[in-house]
């Protein structure tokens, strides 16, 4: 008997397994079928709509559309000088009405008077309104009546290592040259060829060279975020360009006073990441703070008990999430008024008082 059931138990394996039935997939009516051709289609309703028919290029586009709104802004400075063969070139951008130009401190050096060459190829004079050599900017204004588009100042603490960069200018007086590039690193720090440091600079990989000093740095939808200063001879892609936030600062100055009133308390810093880990330990919400990287023997830091490796997260009620911060906690006013800096330091943190000296123009 288990014999046979074993027999029909093998019969049973060979026959085909019935169909299964499968539930047919329901689709609402009115609904659309769109198959994949790899370029964007137009469909009712606005889908993926495009006035060309076809999709350009994403990184192409934001280029395109950023120097067409800058470009025009942009121009070339001659400084006048009386031996012709010290004359060099650089760029600069309309910041103001009425022919208010930024450029680059080391551009203006030697000249009172400037000839600066507008997109259009007008010839114009211009003359000196402010300088500041401490952060490498400097402010002229044109003589003659003229109608230059003005850029507009973005927000430089909103940018991240990897976002795309355009530099505009005039390179070995070349003008209107547009390269692209990354920003390689923020708040750096460098010492220029006259020994002065320059501070909160942006660090990008776009292609700068002689004459581009003083020319826009610009973000995918069209915002002036770094003033390019600096180009480290016989190496690729180390580029430097002032913070748009401290050129807002620096304008402002200038424009007032003609010279930047600033407190110093004789230290190197630069922007640093709060670690997540030393933000819950501490406290601490922003995402950045001050790294403190040098400290002046017998200047006021150093006084105070400031230290190289301290995290400075707030000048008074003031946070400070970049140089630009600390540019700002320094001005005149804080010339000689005891400062309550709040510091992380092993892990804790702590508040340190600090008395600003007033800063040499230079120093």
Do not use: W
């Amino acid at each position: 008997m288990l014999k046979g059931r074993k027999y029909d138990l093998f019969a049973r394996a060979k026959q085909p397994a019935p169909l299964r039935r499968h539930e047919i997939l329901a689709y609402p009516d009115g609904a659309q079928l769109v198959f994949d051709t790899g370029k964007a289609l137009e469909v009712e309703g606005g889908y993926c709509a495009l006035p060309d028919g076809d999709l350009l290029d994403a990184y192409s586009n934001a280029v395109v559309r950023a120097v067409e709104r800058v470009g025009p802004s942009v121009v070339r400075i001659h400084p006048m000088l009386e031996d012709p063969r010290m004359a060099g070139v650089g760029s600069g951008f309309a910041i103001g009405e009425g022919g208010l130009i930024l450029t680059n401190s080391h551009v203006i050096q030697g000249a009172s008077r400037f000839v600066v060459i507008t997109a259009e190829g007008r010839s114009l004079t211009a003359r000196c309104v402010g300088d500041d050599p401490d952060t490498d900017l400097a402010v002229i204004k044109v003589d003659q009546a003229a109608d230059i588009p003005v850029a507009r100042l973005g927000d430089s603490k909103k940018l991240r290592r990897g976002q795309l960069i355009i530099a505009i200018g005039a390179p070995l007086g070349f003008e209107a040259t547009v390269t692209t590039g990354v920003v390689s690193a923020l708040g750096r720090s460098l010492r220029g060829e006259r020994g002065r440091l320059i501070e909160d600079l942006i660090q990008t990989d776009a292609a700068l060279n002689p004459g581009n000093s003083g020319g826009p740095l610009v973000n995918s939808t069209g915002e002036v975020v770094g003033i390019a200063t600096a180009i480290i001879a016989g190496y690729q892609g180390l580029c430097f360009a002032v913070a748009a936030n401290t050129a807002r600062f620096v304008i402002a100055e200038l424009l007032a006073h003609g010279h930047v009133r600033r407190g110093s308390i004789g230290l190197i810093a630069q922007q640093a990441p709060i670690p997540p880990a030393l933000a819950q330990a501490t406290g601490v919400r922003q995402p950045y703070a001050v790294y403190v990287a040098h400290v002046d023997l017998g200047g006021p830091a150093a006084k105070a008990g400031l230290r190289e490796g301290d995290l400075l997260v707030a000048a008074g009620d003031q946070p400070l999430t970049g140089l630009d911060d600390l540019l700002r906690a320094l001005d005149h006013h804080s010339i000689g008024r005891p400062t309550v800096f709040t510091v992380i330091r092993q892990a804790r943190l702590m508040s340190v008082t600090v008395t600003p000296k007033p800063r040499k123009p230079g120093a």
